[in-house]
């Protein structure tokens, strides 16, 4: 996933400075390169760190926020037939999709630390993160729909899988 050498390449100042950039909200961020891959790193770190976590430790018993219980109801109330065990692209990304989460998440803001933060989502939970099984998503969408995987025993293949090898 994200490579020690692409941080070690920016070197110290390098590195330095793109942790005080991405400290920062993002409407002070133009189109830079740099902070972009760096956002990449970031997101491919936090998906290598929780897939980690999930293949290690029973996902029924994860709890990734403080308001776990609160995400999981609203997202299950709001996305009552959305099917998370496979993903697709318009389920995210659709117009009306966009709506449709931009009001979910939208009621995080200030609750869920870095709620609206890029991340990697799974869109197949029987497979690894791979580029082709990877939609990029808010922290908030992730959260809900990965406490939702866990609590309807979706990730179970991954830890079973895991833990029998």
């Not at 926020?65 to 995210?92: M, P, Q, S």
């Amino acid at each position: 996933m994200a490579s020690d050498s692409a941080l070690a390449a920016l070197g110290p100042e390098g590195a330095s400075a793109a942790a005080h950039a991405l400290s920062l909200p993002a409407d002070a961020y133009g189109n830079d390169p740099r902070l972009e891959a760096m956002w990449a790193i970031k997101a491919s770190e936090h998906a290598e760190v929780y897939f980690n976590l999930i293949s290690s430790v029973d996902p029924k018993f994860l709890k990734l926020t403080k308001v776990d219980d609160k995400l999981y109801t609203l997202f299950r109330e709001t996305f009552k037939d959305l099917d998370i065990k496979l993903l697709k692209t318009e389920d995210l990304k659709s117009a009306e999709a966009k709506e449709r989460w931009r009001s979910f998440c939208n009621q995080f803001d200030g609750i869920v630390e870095d709620f609206n933060y890029g991340t990697l989502l799974r869109l197949d939970t029987k497979r690894e993160y791979t580029e082709e099984n990877t939609i990029f998503a808010t922290r908030v969408q992730f959260y809900a729909i990965e406490i939702a995987r866990n609590r309807e025993g979706l990730n179970d293949t991954v830890f079973k899988s895991k833990s029998n090898s």
